[in-house]
């Protein structure tokens, strides 16, 4: 059956069925449901639609914050941009990026979004709760969330494999310093840190050793405030491990300048192994040890599914975990 068959089997325009194939907008949800759920019925062929380039559209990037303390100017975000970026040039499409804050009308920047003719999301859900995600889950557009991941979500994912990298973070300190490592966890919640910690006491637990015996640090996850808060810790006599893993570069590195400035050496009387390898890691002194997330990849695939969602919305929803790899410098023995 052709497209033109179909409209006129269901009684609606030719361009009408071709917006809801195509996934574009002018057609209500319903229409194009009831068009979807018929193309398949009457066995539509539908790699014309999948096949083709989708020349002209928008796509829309939007980096939802709560505390502002990851997601913002970061070579994170830099990185990931320039993956979707690429990846939208390659496709013809447009790039808009939008900024969302947990305290914005959130319902009505979606509705200007798709008002303007959006053809598809990627968000940025770094900071993002499960509560944040509510006013997403019913979108008409397509969206793939990016960096984070909920148990009732209804759309694609595209996130690190925090676990693993932190896994290999922690029995990387454990086989070579044969102490048990402290944990430089973030004192603001953060899902990926969340999973961080898992992968890290896993660490601790494969070799036979006591989570509770983990001494562990909560420092602001930044490198001022991870400095301040560790110095402070330092004042006030707090006991300290001979290695630690943090839960990222930013943290490592605030915490490394505190033990410095008491005149601690790294790595000889404390190691630390970041995490995210962002550029400045290889030009602290020491540079630090830490876990390469591929940025850049992780924003050319999140766009690469988005693509495929447009050209064929009867899609099975994805997660899509990118692992990690130990990247070796002198912050550890």
């Not at 707090?238 to 590195?253: K, T």
Request: net charge neutral; charged share 25%; hydrophobic share 40%.
């Amino acid at each position: 059956m052709t497209a033109k068959e179909l409209a006129k089997k269901l009684n609606l325009s030719a361009a009408a069925v071709s917006m809801a194939l195509n996934n574009k907008p002018g057609v209500s949800d319903a229409t194009r449901k009831k068009v979807l759920a018929a193309a398949e019925m009457y066995g539509l062929d539908f790699s014309h639609f999948a096949n083709k380039k989708i020349n002209g559209h928008t796509i829309c990037f939007i980096l939802y914050s709560r505390q502002g303390a990851v997601v913002g100017d970061t070579p994170f975000f830099a990185q990931l941009t320039e993956g979707i970026e690429a990846e939208c040039k390659k496709n013809g499409c447009r790039l808009r990026i939008s900024y969302m804050h947990k305290e914005d009308e959130i319902k009505r920047q979606l509705d200007d979004i798709a008002r303007l003719g959006c053809s598809g999301i990627i968000l940025l859900g770094t900071e993002m709760t499960s509560e944040d995600y509510l006013p997403f889950i019913d979108l008409s557009v397509p969206l793939v969330l990016l960096d984070v991941y909920f148990d009732k979500v209804k759309h694609d994912c595209i996130l690190i494999n925090n676990v693993q990298g932190a896994f290999l973070a922690t029995d990387y300190l454990i086989t070579r310093t044969k102490q048990q490592p402290g944990y430089l966890h973030s004192a603001y919640f953060i899902p990926n840190f969340g999973e961080r910690a898992d992968g890290f006491y896993k660490a601790i637990r494969h070799h036979g050793m006591s989570t509770s015996k983990s001494i562990v640090h909560r420092l602001t996850p930044s490198i001022e405030g991870a400095y301040a808060d560790m110095l402070e810790l330092l004042e006030n006599g707090e006991e300290l491990a001979s290695c630690y893993f943090a839960d990222n570069d930013w943290i490592a590195i605030g915490a490394a300048r505190a033990f410095q400035s008491k005149g601690k050496k790294i790595p000889d009387d404390i190691s630390i192994i970041g995490f995210d390898d962002i550029p400045y890691a290889g030009y602290v002194e020491p540079p630090l040890t830490t876990v390469h997330v591929p940025k850049k990849y992780m924003g050319e695939m999140a766009t690469r599914r988005l693509m495929e969602i447009i050209r064929n919305p009867n899609h099975f929803i994805v997660k899509i975990e990118i692992d990690t790899q130990l990247v070796i410098r002198n912050s550890t023995i």
